[in-house]
């Protein structure tokens, strides 16, 4: 998975004033993917996923699978999970730095008799899983934190899961709400959820959809009121689409370089919230249009817009990535829940646009992005690039690259948490033989 050229280099340096161009088919979905790995936890019979995504997070997923009794096989077309006869009762469980891994089994090693710790990384203790541990407390789960309340390491008692009615504020993540849904499939009885607040939706949706191609059940009981109902999960073969997170980076790409390139596989009409970053592309300027062979993305002048991006979190970096070189400011609003992600998203990429030489207003909740760039030549001095450990600001800055020179990228190791293959995939839409480790 880390083989590629790029794997034991420093930076990479991204080549400026080549033009994205041809066609490629995005990776599977991290979030589709994490969502059938929990499914075939429950369903407790055979399944096989196919094109799921390998990348470092789901490979994690799958360890923690083997931990807690499934066996894991690997092909060519995807990945079989089968319970053992023999659980093994107890284990820890090594999360890395997956936030989303971390607060699904927060929920789903409480359906697996047992005792399990979930620990990772120095970040991912500071990530917070207070709403979903204070809500399985209520449906009488023992969950520890080892450490600071609210926050990893965990020890959770598994077991039986009880039904019955919670609060649940998800506004930090849709994630404590996705968990629930998903443990509540082997609750003892249903399990009525009153949502405070909520953030990244359209993951909710996608968690949904899945439960139910796996013959689960998940009820709307009311505004703010979502009801998991106890299921017998079938097994099978799940087949996992392509990452919409994934393909907004060469999408983006052809957008700013004046390029030209089918996302093969990839529709307008997918679950997935990141299919409107596509959307945000049109509104911007390119040309986006839909075929039998996928998505179509064309270059144009760009334009500044103002959204609210709070559905769709995964996509301010990459906004925010082109907004320097569109006309007018872009203004990126409600995306507070940013700052607890692998990253300070909002604070990483507002350091890292100003270290390019772009200007940036960081707000409590967002960005402000002048298009200082769409009327003149950006800055070319040498400047490298620090992705603050997270894959998604080093795609995104890798996007700055291409039309601001002299640009690298630190630490491009990064990117496998989701993608391993994109320095090879850029450099291939680029027409260049491989980005390189600068001089």
């Not at 979905?29 to 929990?38: D, Q």
């Not at 009794?69 to 820890?92: K, L, N, Q, S």
């Not at 620990?119 to 500071?126: H, S």
Request: hydrophobic share 45%; with cysteine; glycine share 12%.
């Amino acid at each position: 998975m880390t083989g590629s050229w790029w794997s034991s280099t420093e930076r990479v340096a991204v080549p400026a004033g080549g033009v994205a161009r041809g066609a490629l088919r995005p990776p599977g979905s991290k979030s589709l993917t994490h969502r059938a790995y929990a499914l075939a936890l429950l369903a407790r019979a055979p399944v096989e996923i196919v094109s799921p995504l390998v990348a470092e997070d789901t490979e994690l997923f799958l360890a923690a699978l083997e931990t807690l009794g499934y066996g894991v096989a690997r092909d060519e077309a995807g990945v079989r999970i089968a319970p053992r006869p023999r659980p093994p009762g107890a284990g820890r469980i090594d999360c890395g730095d997956a936030g989303t891994l971390c607060r699904f089994l927060t929920a789903l090693v409480a359906t697996v008799p047992g005792v399990w710790e979930l620990d990772g990384t120095p970040r991912l203790r500071e990530r917070p899983v207070g709403p979903l541990a204070r809500a399985l407390r209520v449906l009488g789960v023992r969950v520890d934190c080892l450490g600071r309340e609210g926050f990893p390491p965990l020890r959770i008692a598994g077991g039986e899961l009880a039904g019955g009615r919670v609060r649940l504020d998800a506004g930090e993540s849709s994630q404590y709400l996705s968990a629930l849904l998903l443990a509540g499939q082997r609750a003892a009885g249903p399990i009525e959820i009153e949502v405070e607040r909520l953030v990244s939706a359209p993951y909710v949706e996608l968690t949904v959809e899945m439960i139910e191609r796996f013959g689960g059940r998940v009820e709307r009981a009311g505004e703010g009121l979502w009801r998991a109902v106890p299921s017998e999960l079938r097994g099978g073969a799940v087949e996992i689409e392509p990452d919409l997170s994934a393909a907004a980076y060469p999408a983006a790409a052809a957008a700013l370089t004046g390029g030209d390139l089918v996302l093969e596989g990839v529709s307008l009409t997918s679950r997935q919230g990141d299919r409107r970053f596509l959307e945000i592309l049109g509104t911007m300027g390119a040309s986006v249009s839909e075929s039998a062979a996928g998505v179509r993305v064309r270059g144009g002048e760009l334009v500044a817009i103002d959204d609210d991006l709070s559905d769709i979190p995964d996509q301010v970096p990459t906004l925010a990535a082109l907004a320097p070189f569109a006309r007018g400011t872009t203004r990126i609003r409600n995306v507070a829940h940013l700052r607890i992600k692998e990253s300070d998203r909002l604070s990483a990429m507002s350091a890292e646009l100003r270290r390019a030489g772009a200007e940036v207003e960081e707000r409590a909740d967002g960005l402000v992005v002048p298009g200082v760039w769409s009327e003149r030549e950006p800055t070319a001095g040498p400047v490298e690039i620090d992705p603050h450990g997270d894959h998604r600001i080093a795609m995104s800055m890798a996007l700055v690259g291409l039309r601001r020179p002299n640009l690298s990228v630190r630490d491009p190791r990064v990117v496998a948490k989701s993608w391993p293959g994109f320095w090879d995939t850029l450099a291939g839409l680029l027409a260049a033989p491989s980005l390189a480790e600068p001089a």
